[in-house]
């Protein structure tokens, strides 16, 4: 499956962002979708997960503020980001494994390029 992320840009603290993943080659639902983020300096972070069911995971710093979803029709993953904050500002990207969800991106088998999200203060 090949994804391709979109939807990165530019934000103030406190703002919102919707990142995009549409898959091709494989259905998004046959997968478990998964967000990972990477900051300049720091390791790839697990951000959220949706099984095949459609149960979403999510790492404690976002819960609350982002929501993971999915267009079954559109092979498309979504990430919506609100009340944003700087540590938030990263390289998002979007990846899949035909397994359960795992918060290590070693164990994601297809990953997209990413998108940068800027956060200011």
């Known amino acids: 499956v090949q994804l391709v992320e979109s939807g990165g840009g530019l934000v103030q603290a406190g703002e919102s962002l919707r990142l995009s993943c549409a898959a091709s080659g494989g259905t998004v639902s046959s997968y478990t979708m998964a967000w990972f983020r990477q900051a300049p300096g720091r390791e790839r972070e697990f951000v959220c997960a949706?099984?095949?069911?459609?149960?979403?995971y999510y790492v404690d710093s976002v819960k609350g503020r982002f929501t993971i979803s999915r267009d079954n029709a559109k092979n498309t993953v979504y990430l919506q980001m609100n009340s944003l904050k700087p540590e938030d500002a990263a390289v998002y990207s979007c990846?899949?494994?035909?397994?359960?969800?795992?918060?290590?991106?070693?164990?994601?088998?297809?990953w997209g390029q990413g998108t940068t999200v800027t956060v200011s203060s």
């Open positions: 990846a899949a494994r035909t397994r359960g969800v795992n918060s290590l991106y070693t164990q994601y088998n297809y």
């Open positions: 949706i099984r095949w069911s459609g149960e979403p």
